[in-house]
C-alpha cells in the first residue's frame, strides 16, 4: 500500500504492508513564499515534482516489486486554491490555508450571511477558506478571475495533471465553504457568494472513488504500471484520525504539526451554534468534528531561530535534535513557568478565536523569569490553546474517553507529559508517526474491498507510550488556564489595531 500526503511543508510517501507496517518512505520540502504582508503560497509544479519523486524514489528505496502494489491512496492539506485557465494551466499560486489577504471580506462576510453559510457547509468563516480567497481575487484580482476556468485545490491539479480529470472529494471539497454538509454537493447560496458557478468547480466523488488510466508520460515516470488504481482519498486531517485509530465516538486525536488540531469522528454533521469548530466528511457515513489552530510547531520552529541559538550550536555539536535540547533545557522549570504566560498567536489564529489578527504576547513577565522560562512559556502557551479548542469541543460531544497524540513533538516526553497535565488525562501515542498516510493507506484498502470496515485500522495501529498526569501539575494548570482565557478575551479589541499598527510600520 502506497500512501501519499501532499502536505503544507512537505509531501511524503509512505510504503505499508499489509498489516500497516512501515517498509519505506521519502519525504520532500519545499518553499511557503510570502512576497508581501498576508501572502502564503507555493509554487504548484514544485510541488506536483515532489509529488512524483517521491512516490518514484520511495519505491526504489523499498526494492519491492512494482506489480505487488495493490493502489496508491492520497492525503492532502485543506484549504488550498489555484485558479487555472481552460488548458489547465496555473494562474495564481498554491494559495495556502495561511494566506490571510483576504481578511478585510472575511469580516463583512461575517457580518452578512457568514454564520448561515458555516452552518450549511461546516467550514469556519476565516481567511483560510476557498470561498474567502475566491472572493478576495474576485475583488482584488479582478483579471486573474475573469480568465478562471476553474477554481482547485492542489491535490486536483496533481490527479489533472495524472489522469486529464478535474475531480475532488467529498473530504477537500467540505473543507472549501462551498459544499453543502446534507446534500453533499456543491451549496448554491455559497456559489452565489463566491460569484462562481458549478462549472468551475470538480467533479464531487467519494473518497473511495478509485482511477485508473494514469497519463503513460506520468506512468514511465514513477515506473508504476498505467493500470495501478489511484485512490483519490481525503484531506490530511480527517486521515489522521483514521491512521491513529482514533474514528471511535469519545476518542479523540490531537495532532501538532506545522499547525494544530484536535478532531473526533461522529456518524453524521454536526455544526456548533458558536461556530467554533469545523465539520468535514471522511466518508458518507464518518464526519470528522474539531479545530484547527495556526501555532503549532511553526512557533516551535521561531523560538528556535530566535531564542535558541545556543541550544542549535550544541544540538550541532551533540549532533541531536534541537528540540530534544531545548525541551529538556526546560524540564527542570516548574509548571506554568513560574507564573509566566504565553499566547501563541504568531500567525493569527483560528479555533479557538477565528480571528486572523490575533498576535501573540508574553503576559506576567518578572526579573525572576529566565530564557529558559521563556521557552517553557512558549510550549505550554501551544498546549493550552490547545487545550481551549477542547473545551468547545466538549459542549459538542462531551469530554473525551482517549486522547492520541500525534504529530513530530508527539516523540518528546517533556510535550506529552505537558499535554497530560494540561488536558487531565492519559495521553496515548500511537506507533505510526505518518498517520495521514496511513490514513488514505487503510482508506484506499477500504475503497478496493480488501476490508469492509474502518475500524480494521484498530489491528494495526498500536499505542507505545502512555503519559499520565502529575496531580500537582494538574493543580497548578487548573489555576492558569482560567487566566489564559479571561487574558485572550480582555485583548481581543486590542488585537486589530496592533495589526494595524504592524501593517504601517512594518518593512
Same mark, same amino acid.
Given at each position: 500500500?502506497?500512501?501519499?500526503?501532499? @502536505?503544507?511543508?512537505?509531501?511524503?510517501?509512505?510504503?505499508?504492508?499489509?498489516?500497516?507496517?512501515?517498509?519505506?518512505?521519502? !519525504?520532500?520540502?519545499?518553499?511557503?513564499?510570502?512576497?508581501?504582508?498576508?501572502?502564503?503560497?507555493?509554487?504548484?509544479?514544485?510541488?506536483?515534482?515532489?509529488?512524483?519523486?517521491?512516490?518514484?524514489?520511495?519505491? !526504489?528505496?523499498?526494492?519491492?516489486?512494482?506489480?505487488? +502494489?495493490?493502489?496508491?491512496?492520497?492525503?492532502?492539506?485543506?484549504?488550498?486554491?489555484?485558479?487555472?485557465?481552460?488548458?489547465?494551466?496555473?494562474?495564481?499560486?498554491?494559495?495556502?490555508?495561511?494566506?490571510?489577504?483576504?481578511?478585510?471580506?472575511?469580516?463583512?462576510?461575517?457580518?452578512?450571511?457568514?454564520?448561515?453559510?458555516?452552518?450549511?457547509?461546516?467550514?469556519?468563516?476565516?481567511?483560510?477558506?476557498?470561498?474567502?480567497?475566491?472572493?478576495?481575487?474576485?475583488?482584488?484580482?479582478?483579471?486573474?478571475?475573469?480568465?478562471?476556468?476553474?477554481?482547485?485545490?492542489?491535490?486536483?491539479?496533481?490527479?489533472?495533471?495524472?489522469?486529464?480529470?478535474?475531480?475532488?472529494?467529498?473530504?477537500?471539497?467540505?473543507?472549501?465553504?462551498?459544499?453543502? +454538509?446534507?446534500?453533499?454537493?456543491?451549496?448554491?447560496?455559497?456559489?452565489?457568494?463566491? @460569484?462562481?458557478?458549478?462549472?468551475?468547480?470538480?467533479?464531487?466523488?467519494?473518497?473511495?472513488?478509485?482511477? &485508473?488510466?494514469?497519463?503513460?508520460?506520468?506512468?514511465? &515516470?514513477?515506473?508504476?504500471?498505467?493500470?495501478?488504481?489511484?485512490?483519490?482519498?481525503?484531506?490530511?486531517?480527517?486521515?489522521?484520525?483514521?491512521?491513529?485509530?482514533?474514528?471511535?465516538?469519545?476518542?479523540?486525536?490531537?495532532?501538532?504539526?506545522?499547525?494544530?488540531?484536535?478532531?473526533?469522528?461522529?456518524?453524521?454533521?454536526?455544526?456548533?451554534?458558536?461556530?467554533?469548530?469545523?465539520?468535514?466528511?471522511?466518508?458518507?457515513?464518518?464526519?470528522?468534528?474539531?479545530?484547527?489552530?495556526?501555532?503549532?510547531?511553526?512557533?516551535?520552529?521561531?523560538?528556535?531561530?530566535?531564542?535558541?541559538?545556543?541550544?542549535?550550536?550544541?544540538?550541532?555539536?551533540? @549532533?541531536?535534535?534541537?528540540?530534544?535540547?531545548?525541551?529538556?533545557?526546560?524540564?527542570?522549570?516548574?509548571?506554568?513557568?513560574?507564573?509566566?504566560?504565553?499566547?501563541?498567536?504568531?500567525?493569527?489564529?483560528?479555533?479557538?478565536?477565528?480571528?486572523?489578527?490575533?498576535? @501573540?504576547?508574553?503576559?506576567?513577565?518578572?526579573?525572576?523569569?529566565?530564557?529558559?522560562?521563556?521557552?517553557?512559556?512558549?510550549? &505550554?502557551?501551544?498546549?493550552?490553546?490547545?487545550?481551549?479548542?477542547?473545551?468547545?469541543?466538549?459542549?459538542?460531544?462531551?469530554?473525551?474517553?482517549?486522547?492520541?497524540?500525534?504529530?513530530?513533538?508527539?516523540?518528546?516526553?517533556?510535550?506529552?507529559?505537558?499535554?497530560?497535565?494540561?488536558?487531565?488525562?492519559?495521553?496515548?501515542?500511537?506507533?505510526?508517526?505518518?498517520?495521514?498516510? +496511513?490514513?488514505?493507506?487503510?482508506?484506499?484498502?477500504?475503497?478496493?474491498?480488501?476490508?469492509?470496515? +474502518?475500524?480494521?485500522? !484498530?489491528?494495526?495501529?498500536?499505542?507505545?507510550?502512555?503519559?499520565?498526569?502529575?496531580?500537582?501539575?494538574?493543580?497548578?494548570?487548573?489555576?492558569?488556564?482560567?487566566?489564559?482565557?479571561?487574558?485572550?478575551?480582555?485583548?481581543?479589541?486590542?488585537?486589530?489595531?496592533?495589526?494595524?499598527?504592524?501593517?504601517?510600520?512594518?518593512?
Amino acid at each position: 500500500m502506497l500512501g501519499v500526503d501532499i @502536505g503544507t511543508t512537505s509531501t511524503k510517501a509512505v510504503i505499508f504492508n499489509r498489516a500497516g507496517a512501515v517498509v519505506a518512505q521519502q !519525504s520532500i520540502e519545499y518553499a511557503l513564499d510570502t512576497p508581501v504582508s498576508g501572502a502564503a503560497e507555493q509554487d504548484v509544479n514544485e510541488i506536483l515534482r515532489a509529488v512524483k519523486y517521491t512516490i518514484r524514489d520511495v519505491l !526504489s528505496i523499498s526494492g519491492i516489486d512494482k506489480k505487488a +502494489l495493490m493502489f496508491v491512496s492520497f492525503s492532502a492539506a485543506m484549504h488550498s486554491l489555484i485558479a487555472v485557465n481552460d488548458r489547465g494551466e496555473a494562474l495564481t499560486a498554491n494559495l495556502t490555508w495561511a494566506d490571510q489577504r483576504s481578511e478585510p471580506y472575511v469580516k463583512a462576510l461575517k457580518d452578512n450571511q457568514g454564520h448561515e453559510l458555516y452552518l450549511r457547509t461546516g467550514t469556519p468563516i476565516h481567511p483560510m477558506s476557498p470561498l474567502a480567497k475566491i472572493i478576495w481575487l474576485k475583488n482584488d484580482r479582478p483579471e486573474v478571475y475573469r480568465q478562471t476556468a476553474k477554481f482547485i485545490s492542489i491535490k486536483e491539479y496533481v490527479f489533472h495533471h495524472f489522469f486529464n480529470q478535474y475531480v475532488i472529494d467529498y473530504s477537500i471539497a467540505s473543507a472549501t465553504g462551498l459544499f453543502n +454538509l446534507i446534500d453533499l454537493d456543491w451549496d448554491d447560496q455559497a456559489l452565489a457568494v463566491a @460569484g462562481i458557478n458549478r462549472n468551475q468547480l470538480s467533479r464531487i466523488v467519494p473518497t473511495t472513488e478509485r482511477l &485508473e488510466g494514469l497519463d503513460k508520460k506520468v506512468a514511465n &515516470e514513477l515506473g508504476i504500471p498505467q493500470d495501478l488504481p489511484f485512490i483519490i482519498g481525503a484531506n490530511d486531517g480527517v486521515l489522521a484520525n483514521l491512521g491513529v485509530n482514533a474514528i471511535k465516538p469519545g476518542v479523540v486525536a490531537l495532532t501538532i504539526g506545522t499547525s494544530g488540531a484536535i478532531r473526533t469522528v461522529t456518524n453524521r454533521p454536526v455544526t456548533d451554534p458558536k461556530g467554533r469548530i469545523f465539520c468535514y466528511a471522511l466518508t458518507d457515513k464518518h464526519w470528522v468534528i474539531g479545530g484547527p489552530v495556526n501555532n503549532g510547531g511553526m512557533v516551535m520552529r521561531w523560538l528556535r531561530d530566535e531564542m535558541g541559538y545556543q541550544e542549535v550550536e550544541k544540538a550541532k555539536t551533540l @549532533g541531536r535534535d534541537p528540540y530534544d535540547v531545548i525541551t529538556e533545557k526546560i524540564a527542570h522549570i516548574p509548571a506554568g513557568a513560574e507564573g509566566l504566560i504565553f499566547h501563541p498567536y504568531l500567525a493569527g489564529e483560528r479555533a479557538p478565536l477565528w480571528n486572523a489578527q490575533a498576535r @501573540g504576547s508574553f503576559f506576567g513577565l518578572a526579573m525572576h523569569h529566565k530564557k529558559e522560562h521563556m521557552m517553557r512559556a512558549v510550549l &505550554e502557551g501551544i498546549n493550552i490553546n490547545m487545550y481551549t479548542v477542547m473545551l468547545a469541543l466538549k459542549e459538542m460531544i462531551g469530554f473525551p474517553d482517549k486522547i492520541h497524540a500525534t504529530g513530530g513533538f508527539a516523540k518528546s516526553e517533556v510535550w506529552r507529559q505537558m499535554l497530560a497535565d494540561i488536558f487531565n488525562q492519559d495521553v496515548h501515542v500511537p506507533a505510526s508517526v505518518e498517520s495521514s498516510c +496511513l490514513g488514505a493507506a487503510v482508506l484506499g484498502l477500504y475503497a478496493i474491498g480488501e476490508i469492509d470496515d +474502518l475500524d480494521a485500522v !484498530s489491528e494495526m495501529v498500536e499505542t507505545v507510550q502512555v503519559n499520565q498526569p502529575i496531580k500537582n501539575n494538574v493543580k497548578t494548570y487548573t489555576e492558569l488556564i482560567p487566566l489564559y482565557i479571561r487574558l485572550s478575551r480582555l485583548l481581543e479589541s486590542e488585537y486589530a489595531a496592533i495589526a494595524m499598527f504592524q501593517q504601517n510600520h512594518t518593512n
